[in-house]
């Protein structure tokens, strides 16, 4: 009988290999990969149910080594252990290998004993491992649940005799969280580990407890406070504290402890105005320093009955000019590196505060200490949160998704996917023939080379595209946000967005300009579109040091002929995105036709190292056929035009070919006579798939 808790995966292109160990681990559930972007579409799918990886290294598609950085990307290697298996045993691969995360390593040719006793000692370990990660998590998450939910019907209960929006509390442990981890980058001086952070975000909501005994008439009062009620009202703060010493029992509790600093100190100033003790500088908590700023910001921009919400951008300014009261420094500085994202981080709030990555970094701290009880609640528990997600996106009435680019997918919601006829999850969607014949070909491309458009500067991307829904078009729009990973420079990584439905002859128009400007098997400019962009640019920047190369495929030709025209298509389409990843956002890369493209980028200096480095990127293999290019460049001179440097660019192709293909040439002025022999070069027409 096969052990439906211990699923193991095994990535190999051989189907011999995956076969012969299967065979020899028969007692375990089997899955099985041909090539690396099958297996993340594997994981992405049942990362919580397989029990270990056996991974080769060289594959189409994606080699073992990339799976493990997407393993790694996506936190999976902490939970999937992962055997490698190959035949490559050189040191560096292997170095490589453990450096990426992997548990063990196996050499071919197998023997059965040593594939058998290392899977079952590695599923055994981490068995041990998850059992007591889930225990750990199991008692900490439900302990909190129990803790915040007493604080939070606690603090709204404050809330809604103050008249105030029952997100006061989840704004004030957002911000207060945010500070914190803030303040935490940028100085050991307060030693806030990660149990310190989230001890003191869920303290704060405790912050104005004491409020629950200021009279009603004075809490809710419409205008300005006489003094007499401004003296009661800032009592609150003693009167809360208060509360908390007085507790019959768990005043020793950290909660507590730091709860009470909370609430009688948040109202303190770091210049000694504050109330009720008149604390100055450090003499105030950080817990409370960290409140009270919290506090001043969500008060500004709130409506209360006494007044109306500020922006955030005037909030902010008001809290920096001082308007507010005095903080320190370091609190203002922490406010100001936040303030970018703060806004949008209040508006992804909510009360499913605790989530899995933090649950889990508890657990591994605590596992140390002692081995609990087992359990497998976290996941339902969990998985109770992400449908809470889902019923609350099918409530928007939008198909909201996230693509990745490496490895290419697309998660989609449920209701979106319902929509569509679509999977929630789809590997490669630039060719699913599903979601092809729903948003056509140039629709994808069209959206590809709008995100490719994308900066981490100007990330949001607006597209309209016509979808076939139920043998009806429509237009859609679709508005994404890009991300970028934080590299040098910045590498594009995906995008979530929306599209919901439009009907306006507007953005019709719009749409019909985007694809008469775009090449609609690669989704790169076409020729017309690239031709008016570069001779705009030489016109506009003359004293601009500019190149262009074109390129071609090597014996294309035979690509078309031995596999057929559609594998010519991919291969065509694997260059292109090749050609995408080699050029920076403000060069421009176009399809001039057939298997011909160009690039056209300003150089500074070293263009030998830009044209070997692009040269390199772009040759390789798809699927087995063997891809290189040959490669013409022609920097720009004083008084070329469009025309003129195409041509040299061109004499510079044809003469890498002349000398065997596979190579780059630079046009020289010798190049002007190469054919005064008489062997001038047969006349190919541009488009054409044939060999020059």
């Not at 049942?46 to 990886?53: A, F, P, R, T």
Request: hydrophobic share 40%; charged share 25%.
């Amino acid at each position: 009988m096969k052990k439906e808790t211990q699923k193991i995966l095994i990535v190999d292109d051989s189907e011999m290999n995956r076969s012969i160990l299967a065979d020899m681990l028969e007692e375990y559930e089997i899955l099985e990969a041909e090539n690396g972007l099958e297996a993340v579409g594997i994981l992405q799918r049942q990362e919580h149910e397989i029990s270990l990886v056996l991974l080769d290294i060289v594959m189409p598609e994606m080699d073992g080594f990339a799976v493990l950085e997407t393993m790694n990307k996506h936190r999976w290697i902490e939970d999937i252990p992962v055997i490698m298996i190959s035949a490559e045993n050189a040191a560096s691969a292997v170095e490589r290998a453990y450096g990426l995360g992997v548990t063990d390593f196996i050499s071919r040719p197998f023997d059965d004993l040593v594939v058998q006793r290392r899977v079952l000692n590695t599923i055994m370990l981490y068995a041990k491992q998850k059992k007591l990660i889930g225990m750990v998590a199991d008692q900490i998450y439900e302990k909190e649940q129990n803790s915040q939910l007493m604080v939070t019907i606690l603090s709204h209960i404050v809330e809604f005799r103050n008249g105030e929006s029952g997100m006061h509390v989840v704004h004030i442990r957002t911000i207060t969280e945010l500070l914190l981890h803030q303040l935490a980058q940028m100085t050991d001086q307060y030693d806030l580990s990660a149990s310190e952070i989230a001890l003191i975000s869920t303290a704060s909501a405790l912050h104005d407890i004491g409020k629950i005994s200021i009279p009603a008439e004075i809490l809710n009062k419409p205008g300005r406070l006489t003094n007499e009620e401004f003296a009661i009202m800032k009592t609150h703060s003693e009167i809360g504290s208060s509360m908390l010493e007085e507790l019959p029992v768990h005043q020793n509790e950290p909660l507590v402890q730091v709860a009470y600093k909370i609430c009688r100190w948040h109202h303190e100033r770091y210049d000694g105005r504050g109330y009720p003790d008149g604390l100055r500088g450090e003499e105030i908590p950080i817990a409370a320093q960290v409140v009270a700023l919290a506090d001043v910001y969500d008060a500004l921009t709130s409506q209360r009955v006494y007044k109306k919400a500020f922006d955030h951008e005037t909030a902010i300014q008001m809290i920096l000019n001082g308007e507010c009261g005095a903080f320190s420094p370091l609190m203002m500085e922490c406010l100001e590196q936040i303030s970018s994202t703060l806004k949008e981080e209040l508006e992804n709030s909510s009360q499913a505060h605790s989530t899995q990555k933090e649950m889990r970094n508890i657990a591994m701290e605590m596992l140390k200490h002692e081995d609990l009880g087992a359990s497998e609640r976290t996941l339902r528990l969990l998985e109770h949160e992400r449908i809470k997600y889902q019923f609350f996106a099918s409530m928007s009435q939008e198909i909201q998704f996230e693509y990745t680019v490496d490895p290419p997918m697309i998660t989609i919601s449920s209701w979106g996917a319902s929509k569509l006829g679509l999977k929630e999850l789809i590997m490669d969607p630039l060719h699913d023939d599903q979601v092809l014949a729903i948003f056509g070909e140039e629709g994808l491309r069209g959206f590809a080379h709008a995100l490719q458009g994308t900066s981490p500067d100007h990330p949001v991307v607006q597209y309209d595209c016509k979808i076939n829904l139920n043998g009806e078009s429509r237009w859609y729009r679709v508005i994404s946000h890009a991300t970028w990973l934080n590299t040098d420079p910045p590498e594009y990584q995906g995008a979530i967005g929306k599209a919901f439905d439009i009907n306006d002859e507007q953005n019709r128009m719009l749409a019909l300009e985007r694809m008469a400007s775009h090449d609609a098997l690669t989704g790169h400019l076409n020729h017309a579109s690239a031709k008016k962009l570069i001779q705009a640019r030489i016109i506009d920047h003359p004293d601009r040091h500019y190149a262009l190369f074109i390129l071609d495929l090597d014996h294309f030709k035979s690509a078309n002929d031995q596999y057929g025209h559609m594998f010519g298509d991919q291969v065509l389409q694997h260059l292109a995105q090749k050609l995408r990843q080699s050029v920076r956002n403000d060069d421009i890369a176009a399809r001039i036709g057939g298997d011909e493209f160009l690039i056209f980028m300003e150089y500074k200096a070293g263009l030998d190292t830009v044209a070997e480095r692009v040269f390199e990127s772009l040759c390789g293999e798809f699927q087995g056929f063997r891809i290189s290019v040959s490669m013409g460049i022609a920097r720009c001179e004083e008084s070329d035009d469009y025309d003129t440097l195409f041509h040299n660019a061109d004499q510079a192709l044809y003469a890498a070919k002349r000398g065997g293909r596979g190579r780059f040439c630079f046009y020289d002025a010798s190049m002007g006579d190469m054919f005064a022999d008489g062997s001038e070069r047969p006349p190919v027409p541009r488009g054409s798939n044939d060999e020059h």
